[in-house]
Nanobody, 128 residues
Framework: QVQLVESGGGLVQAGDSLRLSCAAS????????MAWFRQAPGKEREFVAA????????GYTNSVKGRFTISRDNAKSTLYLQMMTLKPEDTAIYYC?????????????????????WGQGTQVTVSS
């Protein structure tokens, strides 16, 4: 059973930066494609960024391109999301997700249903 624990959220001002972390346990982290999703108040959960299990390929939603960077450290079984130039519209609960279906080394998953394991989320609030 894979467990994912997010951390690093908080209250920041517009223009600030934050780095989210997602610590994985209970499985072979290096074999998982990973992603970050977020859910704003009153809205459905949406895709933010994804990363292949090798870390070579990435995918981002348009609204965060150039501001957010997804990365992973397989030796530490940890996924990261570096968020820069934060905007009030980035306010949401951020979730990390793992695809343990033995994806290809360059496979990037963009859809919720493609992920089997989810963390509990970490709140990011950006004030204007």
């Amino acid at each position: 059973q894979v467990q994912l624990v997010e951390s690093g959220g908080g209250l920041v001002q517009a223009g600030d930066s934050l780095r989210l972390s997602c610590a994985a346990s209970g499985g072979t982290f290096s074999s998982y494609a990973m992603a970050w999703f977020r859910q704003a108040p009153g809205k459905e959960r949406e895709f933010v960024a994804a990363l292949s299990r090798t870390g070579i390929n990435t995918g981002y939603t348009n609204s965060v391109k150039g501001r957010f960077t997804i990365s992973r450290d397989n030796a530490k079984s940890t996924l990261y999301l570096q968020m820069m130039t934060l905007k009030p519209e980035d306010t949401a609960i951020y979730y990390c997700a793992a695809d343990s279906s033995s994806p290809g080394s360059l496979t990037v998953r963009l859809r919720e249903y493609e992920y089997q394991y989810w963390g509990q989320g970490t709140q990011v609030t950006v004030s204007s």
